[in-house]
């Protein structure tokens, strides 16, 4: 199960996620000592004690070894802007060894500014890759101290930050068809999974769908990707649904539930990977349990405030 903790602000400072994983009662994790450590805001990316809690859940914990947490040094190499106020950061690691991660799973950096440590955790926004890059993307926050620090950073900065962190990562083998849901800055961390399911040489015999809803249509983060991997593989089907569409928009309106349902009522052979703000995630794994009957461990999520 997941571990919920209350937040101790309102609001995040920023939209990307700020995750607290769910270490409680698995196999997977750390000590209750560590535990308690990580409430406290030390520990496995020292975990500020003010910062938003989001939660890194699923309805039953992942299969797969994770590899161990440890501290780097990253430079950024590249920066571009997704939309007026989402960048896409890629950085390179540069100290502190190889590092391993699995699709989906997240890092904690960390800022000192004026003698105080600030931390933020942000979902890998790609799969592994052997030159030792990996992306992130993230919401620039009015007033928000780390979202402006990041997206302000020229090429060759470097942030320090500890990882990887998570459980929210594709079960192998892949045995069901695959539907991912998400709005937002909640693709980050399916863009990296779909990128391992499609990677050069893997050979994926499930069809492979995302629902991805937001607002606009200059809105959807790596339109251009998703539309490209759907034209090269047929068994990749991209769903983009806007709640504020203009009126030649030709594709799906309104929210990721009403095409969920409209899509998948009755079929219970899914697996089912939700990301994003806390309501919409709540919403969906009610319909998958009360409406559709799926088992809870064919559903995995993350989600956040």
């Known amino acids: 199960m997941a571990l919920i903790l209350p937040a101790t602000e309102s ?5 990307s996620r700020t995750i607290l994983p769910a270490y409680h009662k698995t196999g997977l994790g750390p000590s209750p000592s560590v535990t308690c450590q990580l409430r406290k805001g030390r520990c496995l990316g020292r975990f500020a004690p003010r910062l ?3 939660y890194n859940g699923h309805e039953t914990m992942p299969n797969p070894q994770l590899p161990i947490a440890r501290n780097y040094r990253a430079v950024l190499r590249t920066t571009r802007m997704l939309t007026e106020s989402t960048r896409h950061l890629e950085w390179q690691v540069a100290e502190g060894g190889r590092f391993d991660f699995l699709a989906g799973q997240f890092i904690s950096l960390t800022l000192v500014r004026n003698g105080n440590e600030h931390t933020r955790a942000y979902s890998i926004a790609s799969a592994p890759r052997p030159d030792g890059t990996f992306d992130i993307c993230l919401n620039r926050v009015p007033g928000g101290l780390f979202s ?6 020229a090429p060759g ?8 962190h998570g459980f929210f990562v594709v079960r192998r083998p892949v045995e069901r068809d695959i539907v991912f849901i998400a709005t937002g800055t909640g693709i980050a961390p399916i863009r990296g999974m779909l990128e391992d399911l499609f990677a050069s040489g893997n050979a994926v015999g499930r069809d492979v769908w995302l629902l991805f809803g ?9 339109r251009d990707e998703f539309e490209r991997l759907a034209a090269s593989h047929p068994r990749f089907h991209f769903l983009p649904a806007l709640t504020r569409p203009p ?8 929210r990721v539930q ?11 052979d899914v697996d089912v990977y939700i990301c994003g703000l806390k309501a919409m995630v709540d919403d969906v794994r009610q319909i998958l349990k009360q409406e559709f009957g799926l088992d809870r461990r064919q559903i995995h999520y993350e989600k956040y405030d």
């Not at 937001?214 to 790596?222: A, C, F, K």
């Not at 009126?247 to 309104?254: F, S, T, V």
């Open 214 to 222: 937001v607002r606009h249509p200059e809105t959807i983060l790596y």
């Open 148 to 153: 402006n620090y990041l997206c302000d950073l």
């Open 157 to 164: 900065a470097k942030m320090d930050f500890t990882g990887p």
């Open 11 to 15: 609001k995040m400072e920023d939209a």
């Open 258 to 268: 009403e095409h969920l349902r409209a899509h998948f009522r009755g079929r219970r």
């Open 247 to 254: 009126a030649d928009w030709p594709g799906a309106r309104g």
């Open 52 to 54: 938003s809690l989001l």
